[in-house]
């Protein structure tokens, strides 16, 4: 099994910036993949952002140029460095990670990112 923690999430100004933390824990194997989603109140879960364990990153349209993934192996722990936030940004933000080798995916419980003035 697999856990994931995420932190980080708040109440920020539009404009401003956040930056969230995932720490993964037990049975993670090395070529695996981590990144992050996103969950707006009546909306489907959408991707934002990952990463592999080689360091080749992809970003939804709607936040590149503005956000930052990146990840220490050695940890086992992605981050996602949001700039430039803005309200549509608001959601509950998933931490995600897949393993290669089993196939097999495992979901964060979740952090609030609320961007308002």
């Known amino acids: 099994q697999v856990q994931l923690v995420e932190s980080g999430g708040g109440l920020v100004q539009p404009g401003g910036s956040l930056r969230l933390s995932c720490a993964a824990s037990g049975s993670i194997f090395r070529i695996n993949t981590m990144g992050w989603y996103r969950q707006a109140p009546g909306k489907q879960r959408e991707f934002v952002a990952d990463?592999?364990?080689?360091?080749?990153?992809k970003y939804a349209d709607s936040v590149k140029g503005r956000f930052t993934i990146s990840r220490d192996n050695a940890k086992n722990t992605v981050f996602l460095q949001m700039n430039s936030l803005k309200p549509e940004d608001t959601a509950v933000y998933y931490c995600n990670l897949f393993n290669s080798a089993t196939v097999r995916a495992y979901w964060g419980q979740g952090t609030q990112v609320t961007v308002s003035s």
């Open positions: 990463i592999t364990s080689g360091g080749s990153t």
